[in-house]
């Protein structure tokens, strides 16, 4: 639930040097790395939705109050997974770490008369033109020496906090716009306007000696005051408990390992581990899960926030959540479906905000992806429960305009519906409800509404972070007739090929503050954006469709191989909640999820075996004839694939086979060879899946 960074209000996270850019280079808004304090809850490398949140700040400190808001200089950063430190000038060691609910941090000072900790609970957002975020309402109280309570009201979401400092002789004092109120043990504030805040919070201050350091532990609620007190009781041990900070960073870092144990690679390259390592990482942080802990109705159970947005996750990282951590997967379907029973709607995205769908213009129906996955899998969800809500959401927003005109603009959203029907359907079979199969399976066909034979593209229309070719490529669940749109195969490829730049000259990349005129002409050229957006990351997995899986090793090669690496600018874009770092788990392995329809597409991997923790057991991809990559050598193909011992005569697994686990086999070899085995099915019809349903009584959950 909790993370924790240095906060420099830099865009997006609050971490790091960069003022705003969606497009081209960003300008600078600090030399170097520096920092203010460290901010509690970050968004994980999203686009631009301004407000992050970076709340209570907690400031170690020599100078004065009134410097509260500086920035200082970080040297010597080394951080881990759930775990980071810093030297912050001049002299002040910072170290941080995170339980489920909780943050601990541990703050060594130089020899000073007066160093101070000092909890700032009006901050939040980002220091970027209307980045801002501003309580609404707050209060704050001096419980015990050493122990105090507070809550804020931010963006509607009541966020509780339970403080405690380890710092025995030190003074404690609230203050309010950077004066002290000595003696005073309450602060309360019923309305705050944006106009008139002034920072207030919390401050310990006395004499240091080097090498003995202090510890600041902090529990986190949506749910008041005593049950963030609660919840670090839970993570980290009372007050009265000696230092907890090594043992609450050792029982994170065991918790991680585990999760990132579960994909093993074999790779003479440090590097590449230290990529897919963090790739990985950067996969399984988001959602965050919060059980127990809606603001927003009372009842226990799952509760998630930081879907930012389904729109970047539904493709890749939920389907790796689910093979990998199908627990948390069940989770958050869960939750989707409280939200939108409460809220009244399955949300694109949802943040610790009041209000599930702000982030409609991106797409609809993405959460009917995620759960008909969850359904082909045989999971015990109350399938009737969730069909319910699966079928009234498609009727909200857009769907009103697709139900009645045959298609919706911006075009992008007729895909979504007509596979958010075709969804619905898979499920609605699931719970034998034939009468709603019939009445969605011709819905469901609508999505070839959105494509002009003439061109064999998406039609004219407005898009989001993209143009028309971006978006063309999607692996929709009737690629047989996807194809024949576009003049047939050789046609569907020559497009492809013409996409990714087969043949054509290198493009010039936008660099700062590209106008108006500038991004116009690059979208024209119709060119994929080395996943640089969530449109483009199915689009080499479509030439497997049309007979050439060759194309495909080719293109992921150069996207692996050339665009992740362990340096600044190791992305090729936002991460977006781990949308592409998970696109990078997937690929590597030579895998890739065919999001909602049971499929996962094989290829290529990068490694020569991995060993990938399944809830079935392990599925071991191994390799002959494997080579080991290089950024600008040429790709390897397959040649052959074996499963459990026996040819496959298809170039795809069922989601069922993948997480059953097994030998995978792959044989490669220098030139494209004579595997094709098949195109991947084309699903029509959802009451005829790639693969039955697995019994669930049987499936290793």
Known sequence: MVSVCPYSGAYPTGYGRFDLSTEGLPAALHEGSVASGFTHFHQSGTGAIRKYYNYLRVTPMLQPLDALGSSWELEEEQAGPGWYSATLAPQIRCEVT???????????????HDARVVVDLSQGGLAIPFGR???????????????????????????AVHVECDA??????????????????????DHIRPTTLRPFGLMWAGPSDPGHPVEVRLGFSLRGPEQARANLERDCGGFSADPVFDRRREATTATWDEHLGKVQVDTPSAGR??????????????????????????????FTFDVATMWDIYRTQLPLLTLLRP???????????????????????????????????????????????LC??????????????????????????????????????TLDLAFGYWCTARIAHHVDDRTLVDQLTPLADRWSHAYDQGTGLLLPSTFYEGGVWNYSFRLVHDMATRIALAGGEESFLSMLDRFFGFGAPPVTQPGHAPGV???????????????????????????????RPDRTADVVHAAVQQC????????????????????????????????????????APSWRESVIAVPGGELSVQTTGFTEPDAHGPAQYVQDVHLDGRRLDRTWLTTGELHAGGRLLIELGPEPGRWDAGRPPSLPDPTHPSAPLADPTTRPV
């Open 273 to 302: 581990a230290t990529v897919l390592g963090t790739a990985l990482y950067h996969s399984l942080i988001k959602p965050c899960l919060a059980p127990d802990e809606s603001p927003f109705w009372p009842t226990d159970g799952p």
């Open 564 to 603: 992740f690496g362990t340096g600044p600018g190791g992305l090729p874009g936002n991460d977006d909640s781990g949308g592409l770092s998970s696109w990078y788990v997937w690929a590597s392995l030579g895998l890739f999820p065919v999001a909602g329809q049971g499929l996962v597409l094989v290829n």
């Open 98 to 112: 995170v339980g489920p609910k909780s943050a601990v941090h541990r703050y060594t000072f130089p020899r000073h």
């Open 376 to 413: 082909h899998l045989g999971l015990p969800l109350d399938w009737d429960w969730a069909l319910v809500h699966l079928h009234n959401d498609l009727r909200r927003a857009y769907g009103e305009d697709f139900l009645t005109h045959g298609l919706a603009h911006p075009i992008t959203h």
């Open 168 to 189: 025995p002789g030190w003074r404690q004092m609230l203050w309010y716009d950077r004066r002290l109120m000595p003696g005073g043990t309450r602060l309360d504030f």
């Open 133 to 159: 975020t501003v309580p609404l309402r707050a209060h704050l109280h001096s419980v015990a020496p050493g122990v105090a309570q507070g809550e804020v009201v931010v963006e509607g979401a009541p966020l």
């Open 327 to 373: 627990d948390a997967a069940m989770d958050v379907a869960t939750a989707l479906l409280r939200i939108c029973e409460e809220e009244g709607n399955l949300p694109i995205g949802y943040r610790m905000a009041r209000g599930a769908d702000q982030f409609s213009r991106q797409a609809s129906a993405l959460s009917h992806t995620f759960l008909a996955d």
């Open 517 to 547: 005129q500038e991004m116009t002409a690059g979208y024209a050229l119709g060119r994929f954006e080395g996943l640089n957006n969530e449109p483009d990351m199915e689009a080499p997995w479509a030439y497997q469709y049309a007979g």
